[in-house]
């Protein structure tokens, strides 16, 4: 054994020598350069987004280009790469002339899986580099921007460097023995490039993480790594067990020669490798088993916020009525606070500045907040402590196209096919939530998992009872079978009587919809079925809150107002919420005609604030929109009509965004009409949406030019009724010739 580190050098400056020759280090240069090359030259031509513009530009570019390259061109130059080092000996039939020489077997058998290692480090520092000088050219010579702002950040980068590397070495040793086992180049090759095609497909679904062949695509698809501070996440782990396993059986084979010799003659040899496999089956399974965190006895929650302009407090809500929880002193960037008080675990908001984010903890954990509000373009956190995956659930959810598409092509299922889709979405819906886990392997705890199962229950009660009965009514209205089957358990998970569930709007809109369905069959009015038919107090009082609050804020006359809140109040028996519909009836108030309009700073899509001082020069009609709501995107089409036709240089026409997500108005905004002023209002259900009593969206308003309400109501575009308020009250007001 003491020749081996000798031997070991003298094959490995051999090995070295003999892939000079191949070509392979070329190769390694060419695959390398590829995508960076592609992406500068596409990124000279193609519109650059807001967001990447708004961004460290340097960064993301090199980030994208990891992303671009590992997700297939890495794994298959590994594969060509490892097959190419091996085949070599295959094709010259020189194995057992190397093993003649001075050298021990295990260095000739490790050398060649030390040069591939060596090889794939040089290819990823290599794309680094060409990626790099990209992003730099792409700074300097596109985007114009200076160095203090994009900058590539080298601990990041190089630690992405390692993750990859690590993550890649399970690949290649299962290539390698691959390589030694099939006598043949292209074979291993067609059997790498199909578990490449099939893990991304299976990774895809969510499933088969495990697979080595995916290593390096999952790696960049969790370019943050570990949200507990481990260098490693669980697959760049399991990366080097895989390794050393067919490291392992590699050699056994090279010192062999046969299968059977290698692995199952004698018995002994078979227990060997039995054994090893055992082992590697319970390292397997503990490097992939999920963690549960258990409470920690006090509830705490603390942590860092990082932003360009001071912070003095974060708050935390609960909603509906934003009732203030808690207020925690910032300093120097950190705050922390032990709380007393008996909190349920539910999903709170925390607000910091301008600035807002879901947070779900309960009594009993400890959560640890690290909140960037530097960037202005996107709401970047962490959140860890015994609350990880829960919140990590919260940031990563995204876009349920199943359920849309069940959605949006209801028309398409008689009852019996769509009960069917339901009760199939419902299965994979609790599946996807049971399977869920962090990168860390970290699992919710169960009382969240049953809140979000509620809430897939209420999504599809609300789709099946509310929506797809509108669908029956147009496309099915013959059909004798008409009743949808196998919701029984749908409707035990969701009841009118869940008062954790009370404080969720999605939750409230589904009870809405189907009390107002009775209302209207028993000839009630809607508060009334709700004082009757609502066994808890809280969903009662948030109920009648809802109701009162929209209906206030769609009642033009004072009087009125004055009346019928003072009728509807006594429902309720929650004191705050009184008070705040009494303030919501001032605010409507201080909305009426010749008041003055409520300033806000809205951010416009060149990145510019924007206040209502700034605007008011002109008569301002102002739609309030959002991404998400549908009555909003009907009457886009006709508001922006209507700013095509009045040209008038004393109008302008704008519209505003609530939208708590910036990136959704921002790849919105863009495509409507250059005539209408595009803003986003930062924080808008608190503060903008609160000083308008804008309790539906979406809304119409005309304020003069010295920033006065002239109608805080206006009707909807599509209603004719909307021109004729404007030339009314605008003084010769024309449309625009053609």
């Given at each position: 054994m003491n020749r081996i580190p000798g031997t070991y050098m003298r094959a490995l400056r051999a090995e070295w020598l003999k892939l000079k020759r191949t070509g392979v280090l070329w190769i390694c240069l060419g695959s390398a350069a590829f995508i960076p090359v592609i992406n500068t030259i596409a990124y000279f031509f193609i519109e650059i987004s807001n967001r990447e513009q708004h961004d460290n530009s340097w960064q993301r570019f090199v980030e994208n280009n990891f992303r671009g390259f590992t997700g297939f061109f890495f794994p298959l130059f590994l594969i060509l790469m490892v097959t190419r080092i091996v085949y070599i000996e295959h094709r010259s039939d020189t194995w057992k002339l190397l093993e003649t020489q001075p050298v021990h077997r295990i260095s000739i058998f490790l050398s060649k899986w030390t040069i591939a290692v060596l090889v794939s480090l040089i290819c990823l520092l290599a794309l680094f580099a060409f990626a790099s000088i990209g992003g730099y050219l792409l700074i300097q010579f596109r985007l114009g921007k200076n160095f203090q702002d994009n900058f590539i950040e080298w601990g990041?980068?190089?630690?992405?460097?390692?993750?990859?590397?690590?993550?890649?070495?399970?690949?290649?040793?299962?290539?390698?023995?691959?390589?030694?086992?099939?006598?043949?180049?292209?074979?291993?090759?067609?059997?790498?490039?199909?578990?490449?095609?099939?893990?991304?497909?299976?990774?895809?679904?969510?499933?088969?993480?495990?697979?080595?062949?995916?290593?390096?695509l999952l790696t960049t698809s969790f370019l943050k790594g570990s949200n507990t501070g481990s260098f490693f996440i669980p697959h760049e782990i399991l990366s080097i067990a895989w390794s050393v396993l067919f490291l392992w059986l590699a050699y056994q084979f090279f010192r062999r020669k046969k299968f059977t010799t290698a692995y199952f003659r004698p018995l002994s040899r078979l227990a060997s490798t039995l054994a090893v496999l055992v082992a590697f089956g319970f390292l397997f399974w503990f490097i992939n088993k999920p963690v549960h965190l258990n409470p920690y006895g006090k509830t705490v929650l603390a942590g860092t916020i990082h932003s360009d302009i001071p912070i003095e407090n974060l708050v935390l809500y609960k909603l509906p009525a934003y009732d203030t929880l808690l207020m925690v002193a910032v300093k120097n960037g950190k705050f922390h606070s032990t709380i007393d008080k008996d909190l349920q675990p539910l999903i709170y908001t925390a607000r910091a500045g301008s600035r807002q984010l879901q947070l779900y903890f309960g009594r009993g954990d400890s959560v640890y907040l690290d909140w960037s509000i530097a960037d202005k373009s996107r709401i970047q956190y962490t959140v860890t402590g015994t609350r990880t995956a829960e919140n990590a659930y919260l940031s990563e959810r995204s876009y349920d196209y199943e359920?849309?598409?069940?959605?949006?092509?209801?028309?398409?299922?008689?009852?019996?096919?769509?009960?069917?889709?339901?009760?199939s979405k419902w299965k994979s819906g609790q599946r996807k939530l049971d399977n869920f886990k962090t990168v860390d392997n970290i699992k919710p705890a169960k009382d969240f998992l049953e809140l979000q199962k509620k809430f897939l229950a209420i999504d599809l009660l609300t789709l099946t009872e509310v929506d797809y009965p509108r669908v029956l009514a147009v496309y099915f209205p013959n059909d004798t079978a008409k009743s949808l089957t196998g919701l029984m358990e749908l409707k035990e998970k969701v009841s009118f009587n869940d008062d954790n569930l009370a404080v969720y709007p999605q939750y409230r809109q589904y009870v809405t919809a189907v009390l107002q369905r009775k209302a209207f069959s028993t000839e009630r009015s809607y508060l009334s079925v709700v004082a009757n038919e609502v066994p808890s107090e809280k969903l009662r009082n948030f109920l009648a809150f809802d109701e009162i609050q929209k209906n206030l804020s769609t009642i033009h006359d004072s009087l009125r107002r004055e009346m019928m809140l003072m009728a509807a109040i006594s429902i309720l028996t929650e004191a705050n919420l009184r008070i705040q519909l009494v303030e919501m009836n001032n605010r409507m108030?201080?909305?009426?005609?010749?008041?003055?309009?409520?300033?806000?700073?809205?951010?416009?899509?060149?990145?510019?604030?924007?206040?209502?001082?700034?605007?008011?020069?002109?008569?301002?009609?102002?739609?309030?929109?959002?991404?998400?709501?549908?009555?909003?995107?009907?009457?886009?089409?006709?508001?922006?009509?209507?700013?095509?036709?009045?040209?008038?240089?004393?109008?302008?026409?704008?519209?505003?965004?609530?939208?708590?997500?910036?990136?959704?108005?921002?790849?919105?905004?863009?495509?409507?009409?250059?005539?209408?002023?595009?803003?986003?209002?930062?924080?808008?259900?608190?503060?903008?949406m609160k000083a308008y009593s804008l309790a539906t969206i979406p809304r119409f308003i005309l304020i003069d030019p010295k920033g006065n309400i002239l109608n805080a109501q206006l009707p909807y575009p599509s209603d004719p009724q909307f021109e004729i308020e404007l030339q009314k009250e605008i003084p010769s007001l024309r449309l625009t010739a053609y």
């Open positions: 990041k980068d190089f630690r992405l460097i390692s993750r990859i590397w690590v993550a890649s070495m399970g690949l290649i040793s299962v290539q390698y023995f691959l390589s030694l086992l099939i006598k043949s180049f292209a074979w291993p090759v067609i059997i790498g490039l199909v578990a490449i095609i099939a893990g991304s497909i299976l990774t895809n679904f969510g499933i088969f993480n495990w697979f080595p062949y995916v290593g390096p359920f849309e598409m069940l959605k949006d092509y209801a028309y398409q299922y008689n009852p019996r096919q769509f009960s069917n889709a339901i009760a108030n201080k909305l009426q005609r010749g008041k003055k309009a409520p300033a806000f700073v809205a951010e416009g899509l060149n990145g510019n604030e924007y206040s209502l001082d700034q605007l008011s020069k002109r008569y301002l009609i102002i739609d309030v929109w959002a991404t998400w709501c549908g009555p909003c995107k009907k009457e886009s089409p006709y508001f922006e009509q209507l700013a095509e036709q009045y040209t008038d240089e004393r109008i302008a026409f704008v519209s505003i965004s609530v939208d708590q997500d910036k990136n959704a108005w921002r790849m919105e905004a863009p495509q409507k009409s250059r005539r209408v002023m595009q803003l986003w209002v930062r924080n808008a259900e608190a503060d903008f």
